[in-house]
Every structure is written in structure tokens, then in C-alpha cells.
């Protein structure tokens, strides 16, 4: 095997600024096992397409034009020094179809979804090029963040149960699909089994795609789809639709500045919730960095800022996408941070694992038998992914609340958010903090004391900082010698 990197260091790379550029057989060894599960898991990402042509009335070949550009973008992550596999801003996107469908159908939705993910997309990088990233959210009080976290949960759960949502167009299909996907997840029968025999580990380490698969085959049986049509050869994504008729420069035309005006809170509300990502791949990669003392990994969130800030601008502009450019995929990050823990045999680099991946998503957008296969389903994959990353924001926003006045705001706060959107609860979220308590808006509810274990309370602290002294006096320096 190839030695890349000598022990106890970082992987190679290209210093250019803030970033590190990493190649594949360069700087890292190309993960064959990650690639192929990369492969079979681009089903989930598919999923974006029915929420496409829901929301935004698009063409499939247009939407599957989206995914295709929106997964290139995926891979730039590893390429420019965040070892994470980056994903949808999924417990937000009921949030912002909330936002688009305030808008008239055509080019007016079209333009306010512009108008979101640029201003969203600027906002990112402005927090990452000034190094506050890190420390802004602890600005948010502790009801405000939970009830926008929490109302994004539930918003997500009820987007797909709701009269003419995806439960309805497969009912028994997505059932038995939950079923399988929330034992496989969250069971601790399942754990336990897992722990004690090979073959379901290999299956706990495959996150969602076997009930996925298993969609492939119940379907059909119940009558809720015909047999797939597997087609052969590559899939056919309408670019020259997409940039005529889709873009801001084409026909939709450019958004007004006081639709970039309106977007301002819908930005906001979703920004806390992507701040709960970027928290998790802190601690996601922070738990693998331990386990190994041949490979020192860098994880900066104010480098993770600028990519994803970058990403979102660039999509806002040539493929307006709903699902947005998020920093990680939770399910798949978890999976190949803990077949990175087995050891440098296993995965030499964790670059190497998240970028494998995420450049087998994107092969398999072009491959027609993959696309094929998961069309009939993708409203199957689209309700799994929504719910399960439902109770995930569920129990992280209840987590974020230090008291039971802060869980009566914030159950507040996600009501009218569902039922109003995100400046509205924006608005009451503030308002009733200032009510409840005053001059200590900030600091929430100081007169309750604990309302978690101190295993939750440390975790929830994760919150008022993501860098490290020395991560963050080094990214000042990389920032400063790039300017």
C-alpha cells in the first residue's frame, strides 16, 4: 500500500489560503468499498426530484440536471480541506417550501428562491472569511434556537404526512420502509445485535439504503408501483433547459432587491438549523480524530462556511435547488467515520472515505440502470429521508431548550413557524423572550438551574464555540496570508 502521509501527521496537500487542496492517488488512497456505497446511495439523492417538481413545477430531466450539478458541487468539500461528506439542509427544506410557495407558481417562485439561496450563500462566506462562524450562534437564545430547530422537525414530519403529501402517493410501501429504517437506526435491540454479529454490522453501517432497496422490491408487490424499467447506458439531464428557462440569467430573470430583502428571515431561521450540522460534523469528526493517532485531521467551520457559502451562491445561480447545499450528511458521515475508527487497513485517510463517496453519488447520477431502478420510489426515499432527520431536529431541539419556559417558547415558536412560516416565528420567538426575560434576553431562563444530565448539558455546550484556540489563531493566519 501506497504511504501517503507520514504517521501522526496531516494528509498532504496544496496550500492555497484558507483552503488545502487534496487529490485523489495523490493525497490520498481512493476507497473502492465507500465509492460503491456511494454508487447505490445516490437513491436518496435522487429523492430531490419529486421535491422539485412539487414545489417548483420543473421538468424531471431538469430536476435530475440540478441533482447532477448540486453533487459535483458535493465533492468540493473534500477537495478543498473539509473532511466531511456534505448533504441536503434537510430538516430546513420545509421551511423554505414554506417560503417559496408564498410566491405566485413561475417565475416569480423561481425568483424568490434565488433570491434565498444567494443571500444565504453570501451570508455563509461573510462568516467564514471574518472567523465568527464559530462563535455567532451563542448570540441566539436558547428558546429561539430550540423552537426554530424544533419546528423544522416537525415541519419536515408533516410535509410528508399532511393531506396529498408523499405518505399518500405510496401509504403501505413508505410504512413498512419506516419500519425497517427506524429499527435499523434508532433501535438498541438492533444495536446491541449489531455489535455482536458481522453481518448486521455491515448492514448498521449501510444507514438507510437497505430499506431503500427494500422499497424496490415491496412496491411492486402491493401494487403501489409497476417493475422498474431498468434502462441501460446514461442518464439524459436537460442542461440547455435548465439555462434557459430555469436561471436568473435566462428567462426567470433576476430577483428584485426587495425580494432579497424578504429572504432575510426565512435566511436566518434556516441558518440556525444548518449551524446544528456544523455542529455535528465537528463532533462527528472530532470522535473518529481520536480514535486514530496515525492521521491528524483539521476540521475548521469557518472553512466549512466558505465552501458550502460557495456552493449555495454558484447553485443559486445555475440550478436554484430547494434541498440547498448543506455541510453534511449526517447518516453517511456516521457510517464512514466508523469504518474509518477500524483502522489505517480499513480507510487510510478519512479524506479518502468522504471523498470516495461522494464522487460514487455523482457517477451514479449518469448511470441510467441505478436512475432507473429508484425512479418508480423516490417519493419512498424522500419520506424516509425527511422523517428520519424529522426525530433527529425533534431531539435536538428539545436538547437545545435549558428550561421549561424555554420548551413552552419553543413549542410556540415551532407552531407558528409550521403554521406561518419563518419570520413569523422569528418574530414571536423574540418577542417572547423579551417578555419572558428581559434583560437577560440573551442569556434565556438564569433562575431554573439544570434541565438535562450533565452528559446532555456538555453536548449542548458544543453550541457556544466550535474552534479550538489553536484551530482558530491558525485559520487567521492561513485567512490573513491569503489576503
Request: glycine share 10%; proline share 6%.
Amino acid at each position: 500500500m501506497k504511504e501517503y502521509m507520514p504517521y501522526g501527521e496531516e494528509t498532504p496537500f496544496f496550500k492555497a489560503g484558507p483552503f488545502k487542496i487534496r487529490l485523489p492517488f495523490i493525497h490520498y488512497r481512493f476507497e473502492i468499498a465507500d465509492f460503491i456505497q456511494g454508487l447505490l446511495m445516490c437513491a436518496v439523492c435522487l429523492g430531490a426530484i419529486p421535491l422539485l417538481q412539487d414545489t417548483l413545477n420543473m421538468p424531471f430531466e431538469i430536476a435530475l440536471s440540478i441533482v447532477i450539478l448540486n453533487g459535483f458541487l458535493y465533492t468540493w468539500h473534500t477537495f478543498l480541506g473539509d473532511p466531511v461528506i456534505p448533504g441536503w439542509i434537510t430538516p430546513a427544506i420545509p421551511l423554505l417550501v414554506a417560503y417559496c410557495l408564498t410566491f405566485p407558481e413561475g417565475h416569480a417562485r423561481m425568483q424568490g428562491l434565488v433570491a434565498f439561496e444567494i443571500t444565504l450563500g453570501i451570508f455563509a462566506i461573510i462568516l467564514g472569511l471574518t472567523g465568527i462562524a464559530g462563535k455567532i450562534i451563542s448570540l441566539v437564545p436558547p428558546a429561539i434556537k430550540s423552537g426554530i430547530i424544533l419546528g423544522a422537525g416537525v415541519s419536515a414530519i408533516y410535509m410528508i404526512f399532511t393531506k396529498g403529501g408523499k405518505f399518500e402517493v405510496m401509504p403501505y410501501t413508505t410504512a413498512i420502509c419506516l419500519i425497517v429504517a427506524f429499527y435499523l437506526l434508532f433501535s438498541n435491540g438492533f444495536k446491541r445485535l449489531s455489535t455482536k454479529n458481522k453481518f448486521f454490522e455491515i448492514i448498521a453501517n449501510l444507514g438507510i439504503l437497505p430499506a431503500v432497496l427494500i422499497a424496490v422490491i415491496v412496491a411492486p408487490i402491493v401494487g403501489e408501483s409497476g417493475l422498474p424499467n431498468i434502462e441501460f447506458g446514461f442518464s439524459h439531464p436537460d442542461f440547455v433547459g435548465l439555462w434557459t428557462d430555469w436561471v436568473p440569467w435566462g428567462a426567470v430573470g433576476w430577483p428584485s432587491p426587495l425580494m432579497f430583502l424578504q429572504a432575510i428571515p426565512t435566511v436566518l431561521a434556516i441558518y440556525i438549523v444548518l449551524f446544528g450540522d456544523v455542529v455535528q460534523s465537528k463532533a462527528l469528526v472530532h470522535d473518529a480524530d481520536v480514535t486514530r493517532d496515525d492521521e491528524k485531521i483539521d476540521y475548521n467551520p469557518n472553512r466549512a462556511h466558505i465552501i458550502f457559502g460557495i456552493r449555495n451562491t454558484i447553485m443559486g445561480i445555475i440550478g436554484p435547488d430547494v434541498t440547498m447545499c448543506g455541510p453534511l450528511w449526517a447518516a453517511m458521515q456516521v457510517v464512514v467515520c466508523e469504518r474509518y475508527k477500524k483502522g489505517r487497513k480499513s480507510m487510510q485517510s478519512l479524506f479518502g472515505g468522504a471523498a470516495s463517496f461522494r464522487f460514487g453519488t455523482f457517477a451514479g447520477y449518469w448511470m441510467l440502470p441505478i436512475v432507473t431502478l429508484v425512479t418508480p420510489i423516490l417519493s419512498v426515499a424522500l419520506a424516509l429521508t425527511m422523517i428520519v432527520q424529522g426525530f433527529v431536529s425533534v431531539r435536538i431541539g428539545v436538547q437545545q431548550a435549558t428550561s421549561f419556559k424555554d420548551l413552552g417558547i419553543a413549542g410556540v415558536i415551532a407552531g407558528v413557524l409550521l403554521s406561518k412560516g419563518s419570520a413569523w416565528g422569528l418574530a414571536v420567538g423574540i418577542f417572547a423572550c423579551l417578555l419572558c426575560y428581559g434583560k437577560d434576553f440573551f442569556k434565556g431562563d438564569t433562575t431554573f438551574g439544570h434541565l438535562w444530565s450533565g452528559e446532555v448539558e456538555a453536548m449542548t455546550m458544543e453550541d457556544t464555540s466550535l474552534m479550538d484556540e489553536d484551530n482558530n489563531d491558525s485559520y487567521e493566519k492561513e485567512l490573513a496570508e491569503s489576503v
